[in-house]
Protein backbone atom coordinates (compact mmCIF):
# COMPACT_ATOMS: atom_id res chain seq x y z
CA UNK A 1 0.00 0.00 0.00
CA UNK A 2 1.29 1.55 -0.12
CA UNK A 3 11.48 11.87 0.01
CA UNK A 4 12.09 14.05 2.44
CA UNK A 5 14.56 16.06 2.25
CA UNK A 6 17.22 16.80 5.19
CA UNK A 7 17.72 19.29 7.72
CA UNK A 8 14.94 20.90 9.63
CA UNK A 9 12.36 18.36 7.88
CA UNK A 10 13.91 15.78 9.39
CA UNK A 11 12.18 15.87 12.78
CA UNK A 12 8.77 16.45 11.00
CA UNK A 13 9.85 13.52 8.89
CA UNK A 14 10.26 11.23 11.85
CA UNK A 15 7.02 12.58 13.59
CA UNK A 16 5.16 11.61 10.03
CA UNK A 17 6.83 7.90 9.60
CA UNK A 18 4.24 6.25 11.67
CA UNK A 19 2.23 6.77 8.37
CA UNK A 20 3.64 4.07 6.65
CA UNK A 21 4.18 2.33 9.94
CA UNK A 22 1.40 -0.30 10.61
CA UNK A 23 -0.63 -0.70 13.50
CA UNK A 24 -3.29 -2.65 15.69
CA UNK A 25 -3.14 -5.85 17.76
CA UNK A 26 -4.12 -9.60 16.70
CA UNK A 27 -7.66 -8.94 18.94
CA UNK A 28 -8.25 -5.10 19.18
CA UNK A 29 -8.72 -3.96 23.03
CA UNK A 30 -9.85 -0.75 24.35
CA UNK A 31 -6.75 1.32 22.88
CA UNK A 32 -7.63 0.10 19.18
CA UNK A 33 -10.91 -0.14 19.40
CA UNK A 34 -13.19 3.54 19.56
CA UNK A 35 -16.98 3.58 20.24
CA UNK A 36 -18.51 2.31 16.81
CA UNK A 37 -19.54 5.04 14.16
CA UNK A 38 -23.14 4.28 13.54
CA UNK A 39 -24.09 4.68 9.78
CA UNK A 40 -27.41 2.97 8.53
CA UNK A 41 -27.57 1.35 5.16
CA UNK A 42 -31.74 0.64 4.43
CA UNK A 43 -33.11 -0.80 7.53
CA UNK A 44 -29.56 -1.99 8.45
CA UNK A 45 -27.55 0.23 11.76
CA UNK A 46 -23.96 -0.23 10.73
CA UNK A 47 -21.45 0.04 14.08
CA UNK A 48 -18.41 0.57 12.35
CA UNK A 49 -15.32 0.19 14.39
CA UNK A 50 -11.71 1.99 12.42
CA UNK A 51 -8.51 0.35 13.63
CA UNK A 52 -5.09 0.50 12.66
CA UNK A 53 -3.26 3.64 12.32
CA UNK A 54 -5.16 6.59 13.53
CA UNK A 55 -2.65 9.20 14.23
CA UNK A 56 0.84 9.82 13.12
CA UNK A 57 2.03 11.19 16.17
CA UNK A 58 4.98 9.66 17.79
CA UNK A 59 5.65 9.52 21.48
CA UNK A 60 7.45 12.19 23.46
CA UNK A 61 10.20 11.64 25.78
CA UNK A 62 11.81 14.17 27.50
CA UNK A 63 16.04 13.51 27.99
CA UNK A 64 18.52 11.50 26.53
CA UNK A 65 17.54 7.65 25.96
CA UNK A 66 19.19 5.17 28.44
CA UNK A 67 21.89 3.35 26.60
CA UNK A 68 22.04 -0.46 26.24
CA UNK A 69 25.22 -1.64 28.08
CA UNK A 70 25.06 -5.14 26.59
CA UNK A 71 23.77 -4.92 23.38
CA UNK A 72 22.84 -6.99 20.44
CA UNK A 73 25.25 -8.45 17.50
CA UNK A 74 22.26 -7.75 15.09
CA UNK A 75 18.98 -5.17 15.57
CA UNK A 76 16.03 -5.97 13.29
CA UNK A 77 14.00 -3.45 13.02
CA UNK A 78 10.45 -4.31 12.00
CA UNK A 79 8.64 -7.55 12.83
CA UNK A 80 6.85 -8.63 9.92
CA UNK A 81 7.38 -11.98 7.54
CA UNK A 82 11.05 -10.71 6.28
CA UNK A 83 11.95 -9.44 9.97
CA UNK A 84 10.74 -13.19 11.41
CA UNK A 85 12.41 -14.77 8.96
CA UNK A 86 15.46 -12.73 9.21
CA UNK A 87 15.49 -13.43 13.29
CA UNK A 88 15.04 -17.01 12.62
CA UNK A 89 17.88 -17.40 10.63
CA UNK A 90 20.28 -15.84 12.84
CA UNK A 91 18.83 -17.11 15.72
CA UNK A 92 22.51 -18.57 17.53
CA UNK A 93 23.30 -14.73 17.30
CA UNK A 94 22.46 -12.29 19.83
CA UNK A 95 19.17 -10.94 17.91
CA UNK A 96 16.76 -8.24 19.00
CA UNK A 97 13.65 -7.54 16.34
CA UNK A 98 12.01 -4.29 16.91
CA UNK A 99 8.72 -4.32 16.28
CA UNK A 100 6.09 -1.29 17.00
CA UNK A 101 2.79 -3.06 16.74
CA UNK A 102 1.69 -5.00 19.79
CA UNK A 103 2.06 -7.92 17.60
CA UNK A 104 4.48 -9.16 15.21
CA UNK A 105 3.26 -9.85 11.62
CA UNK A 106 3.15 -6.87 9.58
CA UNK A 107 0.28 -7.71 7.01
CA UNK A 108 0.39 -11.19 7.71
CA UNK A 109 -2.34 -9.87 10.76
CA UNK A 110 -5.34 -11.34 11.90
CA UNK A 111 -8.32 -10.15 14.22
CA UNK A 112 -11.31 -12.25 15.84
CA UNK A 113 -14.90 -11.77 16.34
CA UNK A 114 -16.11 -12.23 20.35
CA UNK A 115 -17.23 -16.19 19.39
CA UNK A 116 -13.68 -16.61 18.04
CA UNK A 117 -14.04 -16.50 14.76
CA UNK A 118 -10.44 -15.52 12.98
CA UNK A 119 -10.55 -13.42 9.87
CA UNK A 120 -7.85 -11.61 7.61
CA UNK A 121 -6.77 -8.17 8.70
CA UNK A 122 -4.21 -8.22 6.06
CA UNK A 123 -3.24 -10.65 3.08
CA UNK A 124 -5.69 -13.03 2.73
CA UNK A 125 -3.75 -16.49 1.19
CA UNK A 126 -0.59 -17.41 -1.24
CA UNK A 127 0.47 -20.17 -3.59
CA UNK A 128 3.53 -22.16 -2.32
CA UNK A 129 6.95 -20.53 -3.06
CA UNK A 130 9.05 -22.03 -5.72
CA UNK A 131 12.68 -22.01 -6.12
CA UNK A 132 14.89 -20.73 -3.24
CA UNK A 133 11.80 -19.45 -1.56
CA UNK A 134 10.05 -22.34 -1.87
CA UNK A 135 13.52 -23.70 0.13
CA UNK A 136 12.93 -20.91 2.78
CA UNK A 137 9.49 -21.94 2.84
CA UNK A 138 10.25 -25.48 4.03
CA UNK A 139 12.75 -24.83 6.69
CA UNK A 140 10.80 -22.64 8.55
CA UNK A 141 8.25 -25.43 8.59
CA UNK A 142 5.13 -23.74 6.63
CA UNK A 143 5.00 -26.92 4.62
CA UNK A 144 4.09 -29.37 7.82
CA UNK A 145 1.24 -26.66 8.92
CA UNK A 146 -0.92 -27.05 5.79
CA UNK A 147 -3.93 -29.11 6.25
CA UNK A 148 -5.73 -28.49 2.91
CA UNK A 149 -5.52 -26.11 0.27
CA UNK A 150 -8.07 -23.56 0.09
CA UNK A 151 -11.40 -25.83 -1.36
CA UNK A 152 -12.28 -25.24 -4.71
CA UNK A 153 -13.93 -22.94 -6.00
CA UNK A 154 -11.45 -19.94 -4.99
CA UNK A 155 -11.99 -17.25 -7.38
CA UNK A 156 -15.22 -16.20 -9.00
CA UNK A 157 -16.89 -13.04 -10.79
CA UNK A 158 -19.38 -11.39 -10.73
CA UNK A 159 -19.94 -10.74 -14.56
CA UNK A 160 -22.14 -7.56 -14.49
CA UNK A 161 -24.80 -9.03 -11.66
CA UNK A 162 -24.02 -12.73 -12.59
CA UNK A 163 -22.26 -15.05 -10.64
CA UNK A 164 -19.46 -16.84 -12.62
CA UNK A 165 -18.00 -19.43 -10.30
CA UNK A 166 -14.30 -21.65 -10.97
CA UNK A 167 -14.05 -18.73 -13.60
CA UNK A 168 -10.79 -19.71 -14.65
CA UNK A 169 -11.80 -23.45 -14.63
CA UNK A 170 -13.72 -24.72 -18.55
CA UNK A 171 -17.25 -24.01 -16.66
CA UNK A 172 -16.21 -20.19 -15.99
CA UNK A 173 -14.40 -19.43 -19.05
CA UNK A 174 -18.26 -20.34 -21.57
CA UNK A 175 -19.56 -17.82 -19.39
CA UNK A 176 -16.87 -15.17 -20.09
CA UNK A 177 -15.65 -13.29 -22.89
CA UNK A 178 -12.86 -14.87 -25.53
CA UNK A 179 -10.74 -12.17 -23.98
CA UNK A 180 -10.37 -14.25 -20.65
CA UNK A 181 -9.24 -17.86 -21.70
CA UNK A 182 -6.77 -16.19 -24.43
CA UNK A 183 -4.92 -14.33 -21.40
CA UNK A 184 -4.72 -17.61 -19.70
CA UNK A 185 -3.24 -19.00 -22.55
CA UNK A 186 -1.06 -15.97 -22.90
CA UNK A 187 0.15 -16.23 -19.22
CA UNK A 188 0.99 -19.90 -19.28
CA UNK A 189 2.65 -19.29 -22.42
CA UNK A 190 4.60 -16.75 -20.78
CA UNK A 191 5.86 -18.90 -18.10
CA UNK A 192 6.74 -21.80 -20.04
CA UNK A 193 8.68 -19.34 -22.17
CA UNK A 194 10.70 -17.97 -18.61
CA UNK A 195 9.38 -14.74 -19.17
CA UNK A 196 7.62 -14.68 -15.60
CA UNK A 197 10.68 -14.28 -12.88
CA UNK A 198 10.78 -15.53 -9.70
CA UNK A 199 12.57 -14.02 -6.45
CA UNK A 200 15.19 -12.69 -6.97
CA UNK A 201 13.52 -10.69 -10.15
CA UNK A 202 16.35 -8.75 -10.51
CA UNK A 203 18.76 -11.96 -11.02
CA UNK A 204 16.24 -13.33 -13.79
CA UNK A 205 17.75 -14.10 -16.99
CA UNK A 206 14.65 -13.15 -18.98
CA UNK A 207 13.67 -9.62 -18.05
CA UNK A 208 10.99 -8.46 -21.11
CA UNK A 209 8.04 -8.06 -18.87
CA UNK A 210 9.65 -5.58 -16.95
CA UNK A 211 9.57 -2.96 -19.54
CA UNK A 212 6.43 -3.20 -20.00
CA UNK A 213 3.19 -2.45 -18.03
CA UNK A 214 0.37 -4.42 -17.21
CA UNK A 215 -2.07 -2.95 -19.34
CA UNK A 216 0.37 -3.41 -22.18
CA UNK A 217 0.24 -7.01 -22.09
CA UNK A 218 -3.36 -7.55 -21.40
CA UNK A 219 -4.16 -4.68 -24.16
CA UNK A 220 -4.81 -7.68 -26.76
CA UNK A 221 -7.80 -9.36 -24.63
CA UNK A 222 -9.88 -6.97 -24.34
CA UNK A 223 -11.72 -4.10 -22.32
CA UNK A 224 -13.67 -6.42 -20.55
CA UNK A 225 -10.81 -8.32 -19.46
CA UNK A 226 -9.13 -5.11 -18.42
CA UNK A 227 -12.02 -4.29 -16.20
CA UNK A 228 -11.44 -7.47 -13.99
CA UNK A 229 -8.00 -7.20 -13.96
CA UNK A 230 -7.83 -3.91 -12.77
CA UNK A 231 -9.83 -4.51 -9.99
CA UNK A 232 -7.33 -7.51 -9.15
CA UNK A 233 -4.40 -5.02 -9.62
CA UNK A 234 -5.33 -3.01 -7.24
CA UNK A 235 -5.55 -5.56 -4.92
CA UNK A 236 -2.77 -7.17 -4.72
CA UNK A 237 -0.57 -4.25 -6.31
CA UNK A 238 -1.92 -1.39 -5.26
CA UNK A 239 -3.15 0.27 -8.87
CA UNK A 240 -4.92 -0.32 -11.57
CA UNK A 241 -2.89 -2.41 -14.59
CA UNK A 242 -1.81 0.82 -16.32
CA UNK A 243 0.30 1.65 -13.62
CA UNK A 244 1.89 -1.26 -12.66
CA UNK A 245 4.78 -3.59 -14.17
CA UNK A 246 3.96 -6.25 -16.13
CA UNK A 247 6.89 -8.85 -14.27
CA UNK A 248 5.08 -8.09 -11.12
CA UNK A 249 1.82 -8.44 -12.19
CA UNK A 250 2.32 -11.47 -14.46
CA UNK A 251 3.90 -13.18 -11.15
CA UNK A 252 1.18 -12.75 -8.85
CA UNK A 253 -1.57 -13.71 -11.67
CA UNK A 254 -0.12 -16.90 -12.15
CA UNK A 255 -1.05 -17.80 -8.73
CA UNK A 256 -4.30 -17.28 -9.75
CA UNK A 257 -4.54 -20.62 -11.37
CA UNK A 258 -2.62 -22.67 -9.55
CA UNK A 259 -3.46 -24.15 -6.04
CA UNK A 260 -3.36 -21.69 -3.31
CA UNK A 261 -3.10 -22.06 0.23
CA UNK A 262 -4.62 -20.23 3.81
CA UNK A 263 -4.77 -20.70 7.50
CA UNK A 264 -8.04 -19.33 9.20
CA UNK A 265 -7.08 -15.58 9.18
CA UNK A 266 -4.99 -15.75 6.35
CA UNK A 267 -1.54 -15.61 6.07
CA UNK A 268 -1.22 -14.55 9.37
CA UNK A 269 -1.26 -18.35 10.09
CA UNK A 270 2.54 -18.06 8.87
CA UNK A 271 3.42 -15.10 11.38
CA UNK A 272 1.87 -16.57 14.33
CA UNK A 273 3.99 -19.95 13.66
CA UNK A 274 7.15 -18.32 13.03
CA UNK A 275 6.64 -15.89 16.44
CA UNK A 276 6.18 -19.13 18.40
CA UNK A 277 9.23 -20.32 16.89
CA UNK A 278 11.28 -17.23 18.24
CA UNK A 279 9.78 -17.19 21.56
CA UNK A 280 10.36 -21.24 21.83
CA UNK A 281 13.65 -20.60 21.03
CA UNK A 282 14.74 -17.21 23.31
CA UNK A 283 11.36 -15.08 24.30
CA UNK A 284 13.90 -12.02 24.58
CA UNK A 285 14.26 -12.08 20.76
CA UNK A 286 10.98 -10.03 19.94
CA UNK A 287 10.36 -6.82 21.26
CA UNK A 288 6.57 -5.93 20.39
CA UNK A 289 5.61 -2.37 21.31
CA UNK A 290 8.75 -0.60 20.31
CA UNK A 291 8.83 2.12 17.78
CA UNK A 292 12.10 2.93 16.16
CA UNK A 293 12.85 6.24 15.68
CA UNK A 294 16.32 7.09 14.30
CA UNK A 295 19.20 4.48 12.68
CA UNK A 296 22.04 5.60 11.91
CA UNK A 297 25.97 4.34 10.96
CA UNK A 298 28.58 4.95 13.64
CA UNK A 299 31.98 4.10 14.20
CA UNK A 300 32.11 -0.03 14.90
CA UNK A 301 28.50 -0.44 14.47
CA UNK A 302 25.51 0.92 14.04
CA UNK A 303 23.87 2.78 16.72
CA UNK A 304 19.89 2.42 16.73
CA UNK A 305 16.88 4.73 18.99
CA UNK A 306 13.75 3.57 19.77
CA UNK A 307 10.92 3.92 22.06
CA UNK A 308 9.33 1.42 24.41
CA UNK A 309 7.49 1.46 27.76
CA UNK A 310 7.02 5.69 27.04
CA UNK A 311 11.10 5.60 27.56
CA UNK A 312 13.90 6.20 24.90
CA UNK A 313 16.67 3.86 24.78
CA UNK A 314 19.66 3.53 22.03
CA UNK A 315 21.55 0.22 21.49
CA UNK A 316 24.82 -0.11 18.74
CA UNK A 317 24.59 -3.59 17.16
CA UNK A 318 27.33 -4.69 15.48
CA UNK A 319 25.19 -4.62 12.39
CA UNK A 320 21.09 -3.67 11.37
CA UNK A 321 18.91 -5.09 9.28
CA UNK A 322 15.95 -3.11 7.90
CA UNK A 323 12.71 -5.02 7.73
CA UNK A 324 11.11 -1.98 7.01
CA UNK A 325 8.86 -0.32 3.54
CA UNK A 326 11.51 1.68 2.06
CA UNK A 327 9.46 4.71 2.26
CA UNK A 328 10.11 3.84 6.32
CA UNK A 329 13.49 3.24 5.87
CA UNK A 330 14.48 6.60 3.99
CA UNK A 331 12.93 8.59 6.78
CA UNK A 332 14.63 6.56 9.60
CA UNK A 333 18.53 6.26 8.57
CA UNK A 334 20.35 9.44 9.09
CA UNK A 335 23.22 8.60 6.39
CA UNK A 336 20.71 6.96 3.70
CA UNK A 337 22.13 7.66 0.88
CA UNK A 338 20.93 11.22 -1.26
CA UNK A 339 20.33 9.23 -4.74
CA UNK A 340 17.93 6.13 -3.14
CA UNK A 341 16.22 8.74 -1.16
CA UNK A 342 15.34 10.52 -4.71
CA UNK A 343 14.53 7.52 -5.89
CA UNK A 344 12.64 5.89 -2.86
CA UNK A 345 11.00 9.72 -3.06
CA UNK A 346 9.27 8.41 -6.72
CA UNK A 347 8.25 5.43 -5.54
CA UNK A 348 4.71 5.39 -5.08
CA UNK A 349 2.80 3.90 -2.70
CA UNK A 350 -1.51 3.09 -2.26
CA UNK A 351 -3.58 2.96 1.39
CA UNK A 352 -5.51 0.43 2.11
CA UNK A 353 -8.84 -0.35 3.92
CA UNK A 354 -9.39 -4.28 4.78
CA UNK A 355 -13.73 -4.66 6.55
CA UNK A 356 -14.76 -7.33 7.77
CA UNK A 357 -18.56 -7.52 8.35
CA UNK A 358 -20.22 -9.73 10.80
CA UNK A 359 -23.65 -11.04 9.82
CA UNK A 360 -25.98 -12.53 11.58
CA UNK A 361 -25.23 -15.90 9.98
CA UNK A 362 -23.09 -17.05 6.27
CA UNK A 363 -24.62 -14.75 4.03
CA UNK A 364 -22.38 -15.61 0.81
CA UNK A 365 -21.22 -19.50 0.63
CA UNK A 366 -20.40 -20.11 -3.11
CA UNK A 367 -16.67 -19.08 -3.05
CA UNK A 368 -14.41 -17.92 -1.44
CA UNK A 369 -12.44 -14.94 -3.03
CA UNK A 370 -14.85 -13.16 -4.87
CA UNK A 371 -14.32 -10.63 -7.63
CA UNK A 372 -16.17 -7.51 -9.00
CA UNK A 373 -15.55 -4.38 -11.54
CA UNK A 374 -15.99 -1.22 -10.85
CA UNK A 375 -16.93 -0.99 -7.24
CA UNK A 376 -15.63 0.90 -4.53
CA UNK A 377 -14.13 -2.12 -3.25
CA UNK A 378 -12.34 -5.01 -5.42
CA UNK A 379 -12.94 -8.17 -3.86
CA UNK A 380 -15.15 -10.31 -1.20
CA UNK A 381 -13.72 -12.95 0.81
CA UNK A 382 -15.61 -15.25 2.67
CA UNK A 383 -14.10 -15.66 5.99
CA UNK A 384 -15.14 -18.79 7.32
CA UNK A 385 -14.45 -20.34 3.94
CA UNK A 386 -10.19 -22.25 4.96
CA UNK A 387 -12.34 -22.78 8.00
CA UNK A 388 -15.25 -24.73 6.93
CA UNK A 389 -13.61 -26.43 4.04
CA UNK A 390 -15.59 -24.69 1.59
CA UNK A 391 -18.79 -24.58 3.90
CA UNK A 392 -18.66 -29.10 3.81
CA UNK A 393 -18.88 -28.13 7.23
CA UNK A 394 -21.86 -26.19 8.22
CA UNK A 395 -20.44 -23.53 10.89
CA UNK A 396 -22.57 -21.88 14.10
CA UNK A 397 -22.95 -18.53 14.79
CA UNK A 398 -22.28 -15.55 12.93
CA UNK A 399 -20.74 -15.30 9.08
CA UNK A 400 -18.07 -13.13 8.11
CA UNK A 401 -17.36 -11.13 4.91
CA UNK A 402 -14.15 -9.53 4.44
CA UNK A 403 -14.24 -6.66 1.90
CA UNK A 404 -10.95 -5.31 0.39
CA UNK A 405 -10.89 -1.72 -0.58
CA UNK A 406 -7.52 -0.45 -2.16
CA UNK A 407 -6.89 3.44 -2.27
CA UNK A 408 -4.82 3.99 -5.10
CA UNK A 409 -2.25 7.13 -5.52
CA UNK A 410 -5.14 9.67 -6.48
CA UNK A 411 -8.41 8.36 -4.52
CA UNK A 412 -9.59 10.78 -2.48
CA UNK A 413 -10.12 9.14 0.80
CA UNK A 414 -8.15 10.51 3.76
CA UNK A 415 -7.96 7.40 6.16
CA UNK A 416 -6.78 9.48 9.08
CA UNK A 417 -10.26 10.24 9.29
CA UNK A 418 -12.07 7.75 10.96
CA UNK A 419 -15.81 8.97 9.86
CA UNK A 420 -14.06 8.91 6.18
CA UNK A 421 -13.31 5.31 6.47
CA UNK A 422 -16.51 4.81 7.59
CA UNK A 423 -18.40 6.46 4.93
CA UNK A 424 -15.84 4.18 2.67
CA UNK A 425 -16.86 0.99 3.94
CA UNK A 426 -20.75 1.83 4.19
CA UNK A 427 -20.53 2.41 0.37
CA UNK A 428 -19.26 -0.98 -0.16
CA UNK A 429 -22.24 -2.16 1.93
CA UNK A 430 -24.61 -0.48 -0.09
CA UNK A 431 -22.94 -1.66 -3.23
CA UNK A 432 -22.52 -5.12 -1.99
CA UNK A 433 -26.49 -5.61 -1.84
CA UNK A 434 -26.96 -5.54 -5.23
CA UNK A 435 -25.07 -9.07 -5.66
CA UNK A 436 -25.79 -10.20 -1.95
CA UNK A 437 -29.79 -9.54 -1.51
CA UNK A 438 -29.76 -11.25 2.12
CA UNK A 439 -27.16 -8.86 2.86
CA UNK A 440 -29.63 -5.92 2.89
CA UNK A 441 -32.48 -7.68 5.08
CA UNK A 442 -29.74 -7.70 8.42
CA UNK A 443 -31.03 -5.56 11.00
CA UNK A 444 -27.70 -4.79 12.31
CA UNK A 445 -23.98 -5.42 11.09
CA UNK A 446 -21.00 -4.96 13.51
CA UNK A 447 -18.00 -4.05 10.94
CA UNK A 448 -14.46 -3.51 11.86
CA UNK A 449 -12.31 -1.63 9.19
CA UNK A 450 -8.72 -1.63 9.28
CA UNK A 451 -6.31 1.06 7.86
CA UNK A 452 -3.22 0.48 6.41
CA UNK A 453 -1.38 3.34 5.33
CA UNK A 454 0.49 3.06 2.65
CA UNK A 455 1.01 -0.69 2.81
CA UNK A 456 1.48 -1.29 -1.00
CA UNK A 457 4.50 0.22 -3.21
CA UNK A 458 3.34 0.12 -6.83
CA UNK A 459 6.83 -1.25 -9.01
CA UNK A 460 7.05 0.80 -12.30
CA UNK A 461 8.01 0.30 -15.27
CA UNK A 462 12.15 -1.38 -15.24
CA UNK A 463 11.50 -1.53 -10.98
CA UNK A 464 13.71 -4.99 -10.86
CA UNK A 465 16.30 -4.23 -13.76
CA UNK A 466 17.18 -0.57 -12.57
CA UNK A 467 16.03 0.27 -9.12
CA UNK A 468 16.33 -2.55 -7.27
CA UNK A 469 19.85 -3.40 -7.72
CA UNK A 470 20.15 0.26 -6.75
CA UNK A 471 18.58 -0.60 -3.64
CA UNK A 472 19.00 -3.67 -2.29
CA UNK A 473 22.99 -3.42 -1.09
CA UNK A 474 24.09 -2.51 2.11
CA UNK A 475 24.88 1.21 3.70
CA UNK A 476 27.45 0.67 5.76
CA UNK A 477 26.58 -2.12 8.11
CA UNK A 478 22.90 -1.45 7.45
CA UNK A 479 21.28 -4.68 5.24
CA UNK A 480 17.75 -4.66 3.73
CA UNK A 481 14.98 -6.65 4.06
CA UNK A 482 10.95 -6.39 2.98
CA UNK A 483 9.16 -6.91 0.14
CA UNK A 484 10.04 -3.20 -1.39
CA UNK A 485 12.66 -5.04 -3.09
CA UNK A 486 10.25 -7.02 -5.23
CA UNK A 487 7.14 -7.48 -4.75
CA UNK A 488 4.04 -7.03 -2.27
CA UNK A 489 3.82 -10.79 -1.59
CA UNK A 490 4.56 -13.42 1.48
CA UNK A 491 7.26 -15.47 -1.22
CA UNK A 492 9.12 -11.96 -1.72
CA UNK A 493 9.55 -11.04 1.97
CA UNK A 494 10.74 -14.79 3.23
CA UNK A 495 12.91 -14.24 0.61
CA UNK A 496 14.49 -11.05 1.50
CA UNK A 497 14.45 -11.89 5.22
CA UNK A 498 16.62 -14.80 4.28
CA UNK A 499 18.92 -12.88 2.52
CA UNK A 500 19.69 -9.83 4.83
CA UNK A 501 20.33 -12.66 7.38
CA UNK A 502 22.80 -14.64 5.16
CA UNK A 503 24.56 -11.43 3.91
CA UNK A 504 25.25 -10.49 7.72
CA UNK A 505 25.78 -13.86 9.28
CA UNK A 506 28.97 -13.88 5.95
CA UNK A 507 30.03 -10.10 7.44
CA UNK A 508 29.73 -11.92 10.94
CA UNK A 509 31.83 -14.90 10.14
CA UNK A 510 35.51 -14.94 9.32
CA UNK A 511 36.87 -16.14 6.04
CA UNK A 512 37.01 -19.88 6.24
CA UNK A 513 35.11 -20.12 9.57
CA UNK A 514 32.09 -22.47 9.86
CA UNK A 515 28.71 -20.71 9.92
CA UNK A 516 27.02 -22.10 13.13
CA UNK A 517 24.15 -24.96 12.71
CA UNK A 518 21.13 -23.73 12.23
Known amino acids: MRTRSRGFAITLVRSLLLLAALAGRDVCAAADSPAPLVRKVGVTTLNVTVAGLASTDVPRV ?40 DTAGGLAFRGMTPDGIFYARGS ?18 FDALEKVAIPEPIDSYFYGRKLVRHMWEEEGLKQLPAGFRAFKSALLAAEEAGAVPNQPFEE ?9 M ?18 YSQSALGA ?32 VHLIAKLNAHNRAMLQTGATVTRVR ?15 ARRATAKHVIM ?54 FTDLITARWTETRGFAEKPAGRGVLSIYQPLAPGRKVDIRNEAAVADLITGAVR ?31 NYFKEWVPKLRDPVGRVYFAGNNLGTPSFEEALYRGWRAAKEVEKALVPTGVPVPAR
Open 323 to 376: ATPLRVTAWLMDDYPAERRALVGRLPYANYVVSNVQTSRDLFTASYDTWFANQS
Open 297 to 311: NVPGGVEVTWIADGR
Open 62 to 101: AGEPEVIADPPEVIVVGGGLSGLTAGWYLRHRKVLILERK
Open 431 to 461: ELGAFIPELKKEKQLDIEAYRWPASIHIAPR
Open 214 to 231: ASEFIKPFGRDLKDFLDS
Open 204 to 212: ADNLAMDKL
Open 240 to 271: KTDEVNAAAFLNFYLSEVETRYAWPGGTAGAS
Open 124 to 141: AYFAKPVEQAGTIYKELG
